[in-house]
Antibody, heavy 118, light 111 residues
Framework: EVQLVQSGAEVKKPGESLKISCKGS????????IGWVRQMPGKGLECMGI????????RYSPSFQGQVTISADKSVSTAYLQWSSLKASDTAMYYC???????????WGQGTLVTVSS | QSVLTQPPSVSAAPGQKVTISCSGS????????VSWYQQLPGTAPKLLIY???KRPSGIPDRFSGSKSGTSATLGITGLQTGDEADYYC????????????FGGGTKLTVL
């Protein structure tokens, strides 16, 4: 069974750093792109960027370039999303999703809620 | 502002049929497969349709998809109250490095 399991909810202060994770299982983790998707409160889905764990090829959507860092450790089948200095506007639910090539985003993590507040 | 355009909301009575449109351009829908996702309240999105009109295992045939040119449509027949959710279209955009794009989402209300 394919599963993506994300790390738990986080409450942080502005300016703090954060790294959240997404562990894949039940499939060949290195052979499929993983994407990170932001959903701000009451809003739609936004693709932040994608990574190919096999060779760590990483691409960012323009709105998120320079704002976050996406990485992966194939030895533990885990992808990461990190911030060096959080802002209140980073408050959102963050999902990771596996890309099934032509099958779109076929499996999703349960989401990680990040709250940034002073 | 989303790359793909969807109506903000649609509604219909139980048992009826509804369609949700998704409009894009030649750089996205026009040259790539379209997927549809259902997001029930408080849950992660779930894949409903892929490759324009295919259903993953376990998705009932009440859900259908189609694509023509730079637009796509999700159809739901025999509406149930449990279908109340947000629906998103998604595809790849060849002009973007990260590629993945979504519509703004459509809230389905089953009256």
């Amino acid at each position: 069974e394919v599963q993506l399991v994300q790390s738990g909810a986080e409450v942080k202060k502005p300016g703090e750093s954060l790294k959240i994770s997404c562990k894949g299982s039940g499939y060949s983790f290195t052979n499929y792109w993983i994407g990170w998707v932001r959903q701000m409160p009451g809003k739609g889905l936004e693709c932040m960027g994608i990574i190919y764990p096999g060779d760590s090829d990483t691409r960012y959507s323009p709105s998120f370039q320079g704002q976050v860092t996406i990485s992966a450790d194939k030895s533990v089948s885990t992808a990461y999303l990190q911030w060096s200095s959080l802002k209140a506007s980073d408050t959102a639910m963050y999902y990771c999703a596996k890309n099934g090539v032509t099958a779109g985003w076929d499996y999703w993590g349960q989401g990680t809620l990040v709250t940034v507040s002073s | 502002q989303s790359v793909l355009t969807q109506p903000p909301s649609v509604s219909a009575a139980p048992g009826q049929k509804v369609t949700i449109s998704c409009s894009g351009s030649s750089s996205n829908i026009g040259n790539n497969y379209v997927s549809w996702y259902q997001q029930l309240p408080g849950t992660a999105p779930k894949l409903l349709i892929y490759e324009n009109n295919k259903r993953p295992s376990g998705i009932p045939d009440r859900f259908s998809g189609s694509k023509s040119g730079t637009s796509a449509t999700l159809g739901i027949t025999g509406l149930q109250t449990g279908d109340e959710a947000d629906y998103y279209c998604g595809t790849w955009d060849n002009s973007l490095s990260a590629g993945g794009v979504f519509g703004g989402g459509t809230k389905l209300t089953v009256l």
